[in-house]
């Protein structure tokens, strides 16, 4: 007998509730990435695991020893997230079907992460500059020979603190030169063995105007120039049907690891820390900082959701603000 689609008092298999779960519950209600990803968990996690089970055979005892062993080969992060998906899905049986007496694994434990580091990775200002010039360097023999397309790439994303999805996904009607600004509408999305696609960004907060500097203005202007003279001068360089700003030479988006393994030969070229793109995000947040701005400010332009968010992150870099900004009042009041 079946309910809803599934078999009674929790004789269906976890396979093939999670293939109908997936497909009539949950596709039509997230977005693809989301749904990627959850899809990723279910085939490489939790199936391998769980797949030739019943529903009512799954107990409590058995899941929180998987849990502990799982925490063993991942981050408590990753772990929360398959334990979401699993532990969503059981509640949908349970509510939703009515398919199970009551969800076995509500409330587990996830063991804790250890103390680790959390320093922020970022550029200082002599450090960025050192990148920045590596990456105008011509290398006769590098991975990823050098393009202007890469330094207005990466001084774009120093500038404003766009993330990486965010200028990849960027076509030139956001960018409005006379007034110097530059809109935040959708992101760039690059499944692993997947076709990319553009999605909303990251939240509310993201969808933004952010006001550019003359430096970054002229170095747009002088790109696009620069992409116009390589659709004349050479066949094989396509002109997007999109219009976007920065992109492969058939006209295709860039790809983000493309990206990164890039930043990362640069970074070891140069003699830097080896970090990634998203550095460059904090890197102008904590320049910006340190230069003064008001932390509301800071935290509009990267598209955070709460001013909390920032504060938290860039936690350093504001106590030393204010500890300088200390200093100088003691020394103003002691010539009172």
């Not at 460059?280 to 003064?292: I, K, M, S, Y």
Request: charge should be positive.
């Amino acid at each position: 007998m079946e309910y809803y689609g599934f078999s009674e008092d929790g004789n269906e298999r976890v396979d093939a509730y999670f293939e109908k779960w997936l497909e009539v519950y949950k596709k039509p209600n997230v977005k693809p990435i989301t749904y990627s990803l959850q899809e990723r968990n279910i085939r490489l996690n939790i199936l391998p695991r769980w797949g030739n089970y019943k529903l009512k055979e799954i107990t409590r005892v058995e899941y929180q020893k998987w849990i502990n062993e799982l925490r063993e080969r991942y981050s408590e992060g990753t772990v929360r997230r398959i334990h979401s998906i699993m532990n969503s899905a059981l509640n949908d049986a349970v509510h939703e079907f009515r398919i199970l007496r009551e969800n076995p694994i509500a409330k587990i434990t996830i063991p804790k992460e250890k103390e680790k580091n959390n320093e922020l990775k970022y550029f200082t200002r002599e450090q960025l500059e050192k990148f920045l010039n590596e990456v105008k360097k011509t290398q006769k023999h590098a991975k990823y020979q050098h393009s202007i397309q890469y330094y207005v790439l990466f001084t774009l994303l120093a500038r404003t603190g766009l993330r990486i999805g965010e200028a990849l996904a960027l076509t030139w009607d956001d960018i409005d030169f006379e007034n110097k600004i530059l809109t935040v509408n959708k992101t760039l999305v690059y499944p692993t063995n997947s076709t990319p696609y553009l999605s909303t960004p990251k939240s509310k907060a993201s969808l933004r105007t952010i006001k550019l500097d003359d430096v970054t203005v002229r170095l747009l202007k002088k790109h696009r120039i620069n992409r116009n003279e390589m659709y004349l001068k050479y066949q094989n360089y396509k002109k997007p049907e999109t219009n976007i700003v920065f992109h492969q030479h058939d006209g295709r988006w860039l790809r983000t690891n493309v990206v990164r393994e890039y930043f990362k030969e640069v970074c070891k070229r140069a003699g830097l820390p080896i970090l990634s793109p998203h550095a460059l995000r904090h890197t102008h947040a904590v320049h910006l900082l340190e230069a003064g701005a008001n932390i509301k400010y800071v935290s509009e332009r990267l598209g955070h959701a709460s001013i909390k968010t920032t504060a938290d992150t860039y936690l350093h870099v504001t106590k030393k603000i204010e500890d300088e900004a200390l200093e100088l009042y003691q020394r103003y009041t002691e010539k009172i």
